[in-house]
């Protein structure tokens, strides 16, 4: 990009108000506009925003939807999990790379695809799956790439870049872009009429404390895995001291395999907003920000029509519903491809311009959080539960699940079973009852809450799902008979180290080595000591990572082991161990840098 386009840049960055915490909407608008952002760029923006250039350039570089470089027009992310590849990813991939005559991760030379493998989407239960300019094509066969890349080719013709996010409109012009309902079990959570505001209504009836008193009564703890007490967060935050205070929708869904929040804001969006609403209102909030994960764009245009309506019906804004003083409102913060972000303080630090890295705690996220105010950070799920405490009571909630686990548990449920889908069961539920529900009888491994989770074998699935035994996220990955148990858990452990920020040592090498070391345990390389090594590594790892992604980077290893372990043992090298390089091929590169020949010893 040369100088002439420097005006664009500052009128972007005028346009939000030259706020240096709205950066990763900035930097989306100019790539937007260019196609990538380039040094002129960065420097201009750092420039108008009062930053030093390496400030912008670290949330650049940090992000894997932005570019430094012009890539293709058009963008094409396969998604590349155990469940896209059980599925037929791969063929599919085949038959792009052949249309297009470039291998994954290239670009044509008329610049207008790049091709590339990304990580889950969030469209486990309907897979294989693509994004494409923002836009989510579902289901995909071979069959369907020509027609795929015919209608881009036509939209390209209309000149200039894709719209981001993207349109409903230019959704429909491709193969393939429906993304169906997820719901195939419905329970008390979602079941009955959803009036539209009912919550908000009975929360204003009474004092923000007595809304406080009502949640935790419910015993609702948060549905995003850790299971913190909704209502003590809240406690805390209300009384932190501070100039203003925050409830932030955390909305990254990036765990592999989950998609019940997706769901959520697809099919109840208003049962979420009614959620914050309440929550704004019993902590003495006037903002709320949902931190919309990237890979769901294609629900932007939905989500902002529903905040400007609920605006126009008084249920945003100034003294929502006729009560003085009560004013708050909802932005949407869209995410731009980093896993690390779905961890509370990362998400805070992404929402404020800068790269996704965690913060070291304490201070807690409920005495200094956004904008170092006090921030109560939610789930989804967590928030249209709220909704629905509000308007039946918590009395009613404790009656459903268990007594540590009350209410019920959205599980995202795909892989091997001929019902894939969300679905609503109480907790309690065992893993067999589950798999019974998804039509997964032969099932023979079941990797519960995503890669951070737990393998569970066919002996475990009396297990019960609730907080006291199986505690999840709501991920529940099916695979039968014949899947490689350790190649899945290979592929979670290469998901983990692509996704580190690279902040700590434990996780930014630990991950590697460990990627490393199961790569070895796969191809029947290891020994029993190579095993006792990753063992040892993993542990080590989950003990001395600074966040929640090294602390369970290492659990798709120790639970495999767990559950597993006759697996490893068969892997194991059948004749004694012969390394693969010899001493001499390892020395031969410091022989040749220092001009002399190796020892008979070295030999």
Not at 466 to 491: C, H, K, N, W
Request: overall charge neutral.
């Amino acid at each position: 990009m040369t100088t002439v386009c420097a005006p664009i840049v500052n009128d972007v960055v005028e346009s939000f108000g030259s706020d240096p915490t709205r950066l990763m909407d900035i930097v989306s608008a100019v790539q937007h506009r260019f196609g990538h952002v380039s040094y002129e760029a960065i420097r201009t923006m750092a420039t108008g925003l009062g930053l030093h250039r390496v400030e912008v350039e670290e949330t650049v570089s940090f992000y894997a939807f932005f570019n430094r470089e012009p890539r293709g027009r058009n963008r094409i992310r396969l998604s590349k999990t155990p469940i896209s590849f059980l599925k037929g990813a791969e063929a599919v991939a085949h038959a792009f790379e052949q249309a297009l005559r470039v291998p994954m991760g290239g670009t044509s030379p008329d610049g207008q695809f790049t091709l590339e493998w990304t990580n889950d989407i969030g469209m486990a239960d309907q897979e294989p799956a693509a994004l494409i300019n923002g836009i989510i094509l579902t289901e995909l066969t071979p069959a369907d790439v020509p027609g795929v890349l015919t209608a881009l080719r036509q939209a390209g013709k209309t000149g200039g870049m894709p719209p981001y996010p993207p349109h409903a409109a230019d959704a429909a012009k491709l193969p393939k872009s429906r993304v169906r309902p997820s719901l195939v079990k419905i329970g008390p959570l979602l079941t009955g009429p959803l009036v539209r505001a009912q919550g908000i209504k009975a929360a204003l009836a009474i004092t923000p404390d007595a809304v406080i008193a009502e949640i935790t009564n419910s015993k609702l703890r948060g549905r995003g895995g850790a299971g913190f007490p909704t209502g003590m967060k809240w406690r805390l935050t209300r009384k932190a001291e501070g100039k203003e205070h925050y409830i932030l929708c955390n909305a990254d869904e990036g765990e592999p395999g989950t998609f019940k929040d997706r769901m959520l804001l697809a099919e109840f969006p208003n049962l979420v907003f009614d959620g914050m609403t309440i929550a704004g209102y019993a902590l003495g909030s006037k903002h709320g920000v949902l931190y919309l994960r990237g890979e769901y764009a294609y629900l932007w245009d939905a989500l902002q029509d529903n905040l400007s309506n609920r605006r126009g019906c008084g249920l945003l804004g100034p003294n929502i519903l006729g009560k003085d003083g009560f004013n708050f409102d909802i932005r949407i913060q869209l995410g731009a491809g980093a896993y690390i972000c779905g961890e509370e303080s990362s998400l805070i630090e992404s929402l404020e311009g800068k790269r996704g890295s965690p913060r070291d705690r304490p201070p807690f996220p409920t005495e200094r959080g956004y904008l170092q105010q006090p921030t109560a950070i939610d789930n989804v799920e967590t928030l249209a539960c709220v909704a629905r405490i509000m308007e039946k009571g918590a009395a009613w909630f404790m009656g459903l699940g268990t007594k540590d686990s009350t209410g019920t548990k959205l599980m995202s449920v795909s892989g091997d079973c001929t019902r894939p889908g969300v679905y609503e069961v109480p907790f309690g539920i065992t893993v067999n009852e589950l798999l019974d529900l998804a039509g997964a009888p032969d099932a023979a491994y079941v990797q519960i809450s995503g890669p951070s989770g737990q393998a569970v074998a066919p002996k475990d699935f009396g297990r019960r799902i609730a907080y006291e035994d199986l505690s999840t996220g709501g991920s529940t990955m099916v695979f039968g008979p014949g899947r490689d148990v350790l190649d899945i858990a290979r592929q979670f452990v290469d998901f983990f180290a692509e996704e580190s920020c690279g902040w700590c040592a434990p996780c930014r090498v630990g991950t590697t080595l460990l990627k490393q070391g199961m790569e070895k345990i796969v191809a029947g390389r290891a020994t029993l000591a190579d095993l006792a090594a990753t063992e040892r590594l993993a542990n080590t790892v989950v003990r001395t990572s600074r966040c929640g992604l090294g602390q369970t980077a290492p659990f798709p290893i120790l639970t495999t082991m767990q559950s597993f372990p006759e697996l490893y043992e068969a892997r194991l090298a059948a004749a004694p161990f012969e390394p693969l390089v010899t001493l001499h091929d390892a020395l031969r590169e410091a022989v040749i840098v220092q001009g002399r020949e190796p020892s008979e010893a070295e030999n």
